[in-house]
């Protein structure tokens, strides 16, 4: 899983850096942090003196891969936790340290930093796991598993090892609690031809879990590494093999025995990214009353900055929490999506900032205010991105976010052939930047879950070369997010989540093969005007804009209080340009 349970913090433990994305390499004389460029500003703050960060991506750094085969002495053996590396990650280090002057990487039983963590590292959460009802989901948990074993054939395979929880989740129809912000549970499962089983904790499950559960076998939840050990004989003498998702981590693989594993695509990863009509209308839903949350905190907050002394006064996670409150009072939320992006002035410039109290910024209607926030809503996942100035923008941040504008709006009216890749598209959302020299350090963007994890594979928008195997087809759902980030000053970015469909096209070059898709957003915000300089926008972006705002005016005015400030605040930043 991307994020994780408080129980599994060890990188923040250890460091005090604790960004979703980073690796931490310690040595006997040295401590290194290997990060992307959305975190270079936070993890330097974070981290004392004891650590080097090596800024990953810029030229003549190294991944922490190459840092282990490359950088440190010949003959080293490299102590690693198997659970928490990939099974391909795994296998191709120790060939690599095998081969340079007899080195070695070494699955460890017991994870190191949870000795030096000890009897102050949180437990292991015990939820109970609740059934997503099919109202929602749009299809039975044995239907799914159907499906899945479909696949076997192709695969030249006699059974699937699921170990990525949301795909586990989505599999069984099931959601739980133990990581914040994503509604899943630890389990792992195994699916054959002739049975299915969930390894998962035997106190998470209820009576109607249980009753849901029905002809499947439930283990607990570190049996599966011992009885995937006791299966292996029997693929051997069988000839046949398990296959096992490419983000398995290297001590499922090692029970089995590699020869007794392929590793590959889940086929989970493609069906659960195919929304079906249900999960289609759930997030177009959600979204709507997701806007209504969003209206009512910027008329809240728009009023408290300016009319009632919060100027000054009010500080970032005041506001977030505001924020929180007004999206739980929609129907069907149950929780936030991750932890909200409330940012002022400098704070915006760090792109995945999260407000800590105390240590946090107040509001300055002067400074420019990034707020990325997102709900789970038992019919979907919310995830959106506004930037706004209360005051008087200079010239130079109306520019900046106008061409991010500009980029959002090209990648929005793009039409594509069926199968294109986000890698293909996403200079579309670079080139207004790029035309100034500009640019920012992030993907644009990213597959959304429905009532799942935020961020989910395989599509996405950006210059990963894994995208270029993730063509979009319909169904699929993706954010639309450029931005611009001026380090100690301020951030932009404009972030709508969008429904992958089908659209129409006088030709269709493809002769039938998948037709033309194009991105229908179901965000509905209002995109302030104040901050664009309209004179950049040709009359086409215009038309986008006016469209889209009048959109957003039609669906979500009916679920707010007539003259509300929420109310009168979006029929203002709603009417035309």
Same mark, same amino acid.
């Given at each position: 899983?991307?994020?994780?349970?408080?129980?599994?913090?060890?990188?923040?433990?250890?460091?005090?850096?604790?960004?979703?994305?980073?690796?931490?390499?310690?040595?006997?004389?040295?401590?290194?942090?290997?990060?992307?460029?959305?975190?270079?500003?936070?993890?330097?703050?974070?981290?004392?003196?004891?650590?080097?960060?090596?800024?990953?991506?810029?030229?003549?750094?190294?991944?922490?891969?190459?840092?282990?085969?490359?950088?440190?002495?010949?003959?080293?053996?490299?102590?690693?936790?198997?659970?928490?590396?990939?099974?391909?990650?795994?296998?191709?280090?120790?060939?690599?340290?095998?081969?340079?002057?007899?080195?070695?990487?070494?699955?460890?039983?017991?994870?190191?930093?949870?000795?030096?963590?000890?009897?102050?590292?949180?437990?292991?959460?015990?939820?109970?796991?609740?059934?997503?009802?099919?109202?929602?989901?749009?299809?039975?948990?044995?239907? @799914?598993?159907?499906?899945?074993?479909?696949?076997?054939?192709?695969?030249?395979?006699?059974?699937?090892?699921?170990?990525?929880?949301?795909?586990?989740?989505?599999?069984?129809?099931?959601?739980?609690?133990?990581?914040?912000?994503?509604?899943?549970?630890?389990?792992?499962?195994?699916?054959?031809?002739?049975?299915?089983?969930?390894?998962?904790?035997?106190?998470?499950?209820?009576?109607?879990?249980?009753?849901?559960?029905?002809?499947?076998?439930?283990?607990?939840?570190?049996?599966?590494?011992?009885?995937?050990?006791?299966?292996?004989?029997?693929?051997?003498?069988?000839?046949?093999?398990?296959?096992?998702?490419?983000?398995?981590?290297?001590?499922?693989?090692?029970?089995?025995?590699?020869?007794?594993?392929?590793?590959?695509?889940?086929?989970?990863?493609?069906?659960?990214?195919?929304?079906?009509?249900?999960?289609?209308?759930?997030?177009?839903?959600?979204?709507?009353?997701?806007?209504?949350?969003?209206?009512?905190?910027?008329?809240?907050?728009?009023?408290?900055?300016?009319?009632?002394?919060?100027?000054?006064?009010?500080?970032?996670?005041?506001?977030?929490?505001?924020?929180?409150?007004?999206?739980?009072?929609?129907?069907?939320?149950?929780?936030?999506?991750?932890?909200?992006?409330?940012?002022?002035?400098?704070?915006?410039?760090?792109?995945?900032?999260?407000?800590?109290?105390?240590?946090?910024?107040?509001?300055?209607?002067? @400074?420019?205010?990034?707020?990325?926030?997102?709900?789970?809503?038992?019919?979907?996942?919310?995830?959106?991105?506004?930037?706004?100035?209360?005051?008087?923008?200079?010239?130079?941040?109306?520019?900046?976010?106008?061409?991010?504008?500009?980029?959002?709006?090209?990648?929005?009216?793009?039409?594509?052939?069926?199968?294109?890749?986000?890698?293909?598209?996403?200079?579309?959302?670079?080139?207004?930047?790029?035309?100034?020299?500009?640019?920012?350090?992030?993907?644009?963007?990213?597959?959304?879950?429905?009532?799942?994890?935020?961020?989910?594979?395989?599509?996405?928008?950006?210059?990963?070369?894994?995208?270029?195997?993730?063509?979009?087809?319909?169904?699929?759902?993706?954010?639309?997010?450029?931005?611009?980030?001026?380090?100690?000053?301020?951030?932009?970015?404009?972030?709508?989540?969008?429904?992958?469909?089908?659209?129409?096209?006088?030709?269709?070059?493809?002769?039938?093969?998948?037709?033309?898709?194009?991105?229908?957003?179901?965000?509905?915000?209002?995109?302030?005007?104040?901050?664009?300089?309209?004179?950049?926008?040709?009359?086409?972006?215009? @038309?986008?804009?006016?469209?889209?705002?009048?959109?957003?005016?039609?669906?979500?005015?009916?679920?707010?209080?007539?003259?509300?400030?929420?109310?009168?605040?979006? @029929?203002?930043?709603?009417?035309?340009?």
């Amino acid at each position: 899983s991307e994020y994780v349970a408080a129980c599994d913090e060890r990188r923040p433990f250890i460091s005090g850096f604790d960004g979703s994305a980073g690796c931490a390499v310690i040595t006997l004389d040295s401590a290194s942090m290997f990060t992307d460029g959305r975190y270079f500003l936070q993890a330097r703050q974070q981290m004392d003196d004891n650590w080097t960060l090596m800024k990953r991506g810029l030229p003549g750094v190294p991944t922490w891969q190459e840092y282990l085969t490359d950088h440190l002495p010949a003959g080293t053996r490299v102590g690693i936790d198997p659970t928490l590396l990939s099974s391909a990650e795994g296998t191709s280090l120790k060939k690599t340290l095998n081969a340079r002057g007899n080195g070695d990487l070494v699955a460890i039983e017991e994870n190191l930093v949870d000795i030096v963590w000890g009897s102050q590292r949180p437990p292991r959460p015990q939820d109970k796991v609740f059934i997503h009802d099919v109202k929602y989901a749009g299809e039975s948990h044995m239907d @799914k598993i159907t499906r899945v074993r479909a696949g076997f054939e192709s695969q030249d395979t006699d059974g699937l090892v699921v170990a990525a929880l949301d795909e586990i989740a989505w599999l069984f129809n099931l959601r739980g609690s133990d990581i914040d912000y994503n509604p899943v549970f630890f389990a792992y499962a195994l699916v054959t031809k002739a049975d299915v089983t969930l390894y998962i904790d035997d106190a998470k499950l209820d009576s109607n879990v249980r009753s849901h559960l029905q002809g499947i076998k439930t283990r607990p939840y570190s049996a599966i590494f011992g009885e995937l050990d006791e299966l292996s004989a029997s693929l051997v003498q069988s000839k046949r093999k398990l296959l096992a998702g490419q983000n398995a981590s290297w001590a499922l693989v090692k029970a089995l025995g590699e020869d007794n594993v392929k590793v590959d695509k889940s086929p989970i990863t493609m069906l659960k990214s195919l929304k079906n009509p249900t999960e289609l209308d759930g997030m177009r839903q959600c979204h709507i009353r997701d806007g209504a949350a969003m209206a009512n905190y910027f008329g809240w907050l728009e009023h408290e900055l300016l009319f009632n002394g919060g100027h000054l006064r009010l500080s970032e996670v005041d506001v977030a929490d505001k924020l929180e409150e007004l999206r739980r009072a929609q129907k069907h939320c149950v929780g936030l999506s991750f932890d909200t992006i409330s940012s002022v002035g400098p704070n915006g410039a760090i792109i995945h900032y999260s407000p800590k109290r105390g240590s946090d910024a107040l509001l300055d209607v002067n @400074k420019m205010y990034l707020c990325d926030s997102g709900g789970q809503y038992l019919d979907g996942t919310t995830d959106v991105t506004r930037t706004y100035h209360f005051g008087t923008p200079s010239a130079w941040e109306r520019e900046c976010f106008t061409r991010v504008l500009k980029g959002h709006i090209a990648l929005d009216r793009a039409v594509f052939p069926s199968g294109t890749s986000g890698y293909a598209l996403d200079p579309l959302a670079r080139l207004p930047l790029w035309e100034l020299g500009l640019d920012y350090r992030h993907g644009t963007g990213h597959g959304v879950g429905s009532f799942l994890n935020v961020h989910e594979g395989p599509q996405g928008v950006g210059m990963r070369m894994n995208y270029l195997s993730a063509g979009f087809q319909h169904g699929m759902t993706i954010t639309n997010e450029p931005g611009y980030y001026e380090d100690g000053s301020f951030g932009i970015r404009i972030e709508n989540t969008c429904l992958v469909v089908k659209t129409e096209t006088k030709f269709d070059y493809t002769g039938g093969a998948g037709g033309y898709l194009t991105f229908e957003p179901v965000t509905m915000v209002p995109i302030q005007k104040k901050l664009i300089r309209s004179g950049l926008l040709n009359e086409d972006e215009k @038309k986008w804009l006016d469209e889209y705002h009048q959109k957003v005016w039609d669906k979500v005015s009916p679920l707010l209080e007539e003259g509300s400030l929420g109310y009168e605040w979006l @029929k203002r930043e709603t009417s035309p340009i």
